[in-house]
């Protein structure tokens, strides 16, 4: 059996309900029944919905947030935590006020948003998380930020394109539950899913080629590459199908296929 399972959330285990279905549930317990370990990660933060998403998976273990720069026990307690340059953190907000585009800041147990806009309400209530609005200067220079994220209409990626300074790595991601958004994660450079997984496997003593990643986006790339058993979904980016063995939609139960095959597949 496969020890460990990583599995990202939206797009993977949350579809256009923006719930977890109860197919995944009941493989869920099959797994844990059977000792194997089943992780989040997620760009979303430990709360709201996530939160409780990563209780039922597994509370005696960590879990990656916040697209890496956080690795968590759903309790609380961090395994480790990275935060952006304050100076960076300006930069974003300056940018974002000048083209007028949607900015999230958040630490490690908050949302700041500088303004309510539709697409920002929307990713709040999926997220169940209640949006703090503040001078996001003000955030930048008190609080620790751990992520930065940009919500775009597709046809605004080009605006940002061009704004990531050299200390930090974008990753992009979409939300069937929001599907007329695109998210733009913002972390300190060389932090990714990918830097979290091998820190969560190194934790939890289980080899990078002993365990199954799942995931949608280009955002999960970094742990793809990294996981002896890649996954990905129907509706993930066309790009990655070409790379990595393709399961079902995320609509209709597609991760349970390679949620099982830790049952079935052998260590390396």
Known sequence: MIPLVVCDLDGTLVGSSGQVSECI???????????????LATGRPNQGLCHKVALQLGANHPHIF?????????GGETTQV??????????LV????ELGLVLELYTPNALFI???????????????????????????????????QWIVAPSQLEQIEDLAPREVQYSTATS??????????????GISKGSALKTLADTL????????????????????ELAGHPFVMANAEPHLHNRYKVVGDVDACGAVEALEQALVLQPR
């Open 176 to 189: 069937p539950a929001v599907p007329e958004a695109k998210f733009v994660s913002v972390t300190k450079a």
């Open 25 to 39: 549930w009941q493989t869920v317990g099959t797994l844990r029944a059977a000792g194997i370990r089943v992780a």
């Open 114 to 148: 500088e303004r309510k806009t539709p697409l920002g309400n929307a990713h709040a209530k999926l997220l169940g998380v209640k949006a703090i609005v503040r001078d996001l200067f003000e955030v930048a220079q008190n609080e620790p930020v751990i992520r930065a």
């Open 82 to 91: 990275t935060a952006l340059k304050e100076s960076v953190t300006k930069t």
């Open 205 to 224: 003593k289980v080899d990078l080629q002993n365990l199954i990643v799942i995931g949608d986006s280009s955002g999960d790339e970094p742990m793809l």
């Open 94 to 97: 300056g940018r974002a006020r």
């Open 66 to 74: 916040q697209s890496g720069a956080l690795i968590a026990y759903p």
